[in-house]
């Protein structure tokens, strides 16, 4: 099987920063894209970052110039660097992985079990 183990989220005050890392274990093949989600109370999971193997980003607008993605592919493990948060940054934040267990065979998608993210006022 594969885990995903994420750790560095906490409380936090306005204008702060936290690192979040995401480490994925097991029967790994190979990590394609890996990424991190968010989920607020009462609000949708909503897309945070995403990266590829290559290295290729994205990013939810909200987060535009104050978060960074990278990865460790030798580590299978993908980071989020978060800077200047605000109180509407708080929520879940969930890490996932497109894994490939076995060569020529799709993708499965993992995801880690959340780490809450607060950010006072």
């Known amino acids: 099987q594969v885990q995903l183990v994420e750790s560095g989220g906490g409380l936090v005050q306005a204008g702060g920063s936290l690192r979040l890392s995401c480490a994925a274990s097991?029967?790994?093949?190979?990590?394609?894209?890996m990424g991190w989600y968010r989920q607020a109370p009462g609000l949708q999971r909503e897309l945070v970052a995403a990266i590829t193997s290559g290295g290729s980003r994205n990013y939810a607008d909200s987060v535009k110039g104050r978060f960074t993605i990278s990865r460790d592919n030798a580590k299978n493990t993908v980071y989020l660097q978060m800077n200047s948060l605000n109180p509407e940054d708080t929520a879940v934040y969930y890490c996932?992985?497109?894994?490939?267990?076995?060569?020529?065979?799709?993708?499965?998608?993992?995801w880690g079990q959340g780490t809450q993210v607060t950010v006072s006022s």
């Open positions: 996932n992985a497109d894994v490939l267990k076995v060569v020529s065979t799709p993708a499965v998608r993992y």
């Open positions: 097991g029967s790994i093949f190979r990590i394609n894209a």
